[in-house]
């Protein structure tokens, strides 16, 4: 079954700073990716959708990245700010009505 | 516009009681999910259901039952609690356009001693 894999340790990085996430999948490739957003205590929002058929998705300081090749979907946080700490999780849905979710990664943006 | 609104926010349940989770989304999404998330397991999926008067298991379905009479609520049951089923349970929806963004609502904190 489809696997969706994101790493499980959390990412630290400097203000001003790029963020990178990694969300890697094992079999088919997915028609979409997603990418939410999760604060503590808060249910996930949705921030970007990437296509099979898309390289790459821009929205203000965010963009994605998808590499059928490598099997893996790459999430850019451009000069990030300590509000931009937060899980990060990814999401593929294909031919199903089942989303699957990978277990996110904590962003952590010191000043 | 309230999205996906879930009630009640938190419950503190006493071992082999019962309750019922509302979720009630105003999106008119044909599709419906219970989760409950876990630290370090990530989000599981209990039940489905992708249309009105229908429900499918999801990952972790037992301990638990849904119905969905009407479009646009989803109810989970829990007819005999355990501390095991202490977490907090996420409903979400989505239409079945393509695209699919995935609505969620705040959360329900469920407690069981």
């Known amino acids: 079954s489809q696997k969706i894999e994101q790493n499980s340790e959390a990412l630290n990085i400097q203000e001003g700073k790029t963020a990178t996430l990694t969300c890697n999948y094992t079999?088919?490739?997915?028609?979409?990716l997603q990418w939410y957003r999760q604060d503590p205590g808060r249910g996930p929002v949705f921030l970007l959708l990437?296509?099979?058929?898309?390289k790459e998705k821009r929205k203000e300081r965010l963009k994605v990245t998808f590499d059928t090749t490598l099997k893996q979907s790459l999430f850019h946080i451009t000069a990030s700010q300590p509000a931009d700490s937060a899980t990060y999780l990814c999401a593929q849905l294909r031919g199903s009505y089942i989303p699957t979710f990978g277990r996110g990664t904590s962003l952590i943006v010191h000043p | 516009n309230a999205g996906v609104t879930q009630t009640p926010k938190f419950r503190v349940l006493k071992t082999g009681q019962s309750m019922t989770l509302l979720c009630a989304q105003d999106?008119?999404?044909?599709?419906m999910y219970w989760y409950r998330q876990d630290p370090g397991m990530g989000l599981r999926l209990i039940h489905y259901?992708?249309?009105?008067?229908?429900?499918a298991k999801g990952e972790v379905p037992d301990g638990y039952n849904v119905s969905r009479l009407k479009k646009q609520n989803f109810l989970l049951g829990l007819e005999s609690a355990a501390p095991s089923q202490t977490s907090v349970y996420f409903c979400?929806?989505?239409?079945?356009?393509?695209?699919?963004?995935?609505?969620f609502g705040e959360g329900s904190w469920l407690t069981v001693v």
């Open positions: 079999n088919y490739s997915p028609a979409y």
């Open positions: 259901s992708v249309g009105e008067g229908t429900t």
């Open positions: 999106m008119n999404h044909e599709y």
């Open positions: 990437i296509r099979e058929n898309e």
């Open positions: 979400a929806s989505r239409s079945a356009d393509s695209g699919n963004t995935i609505y």
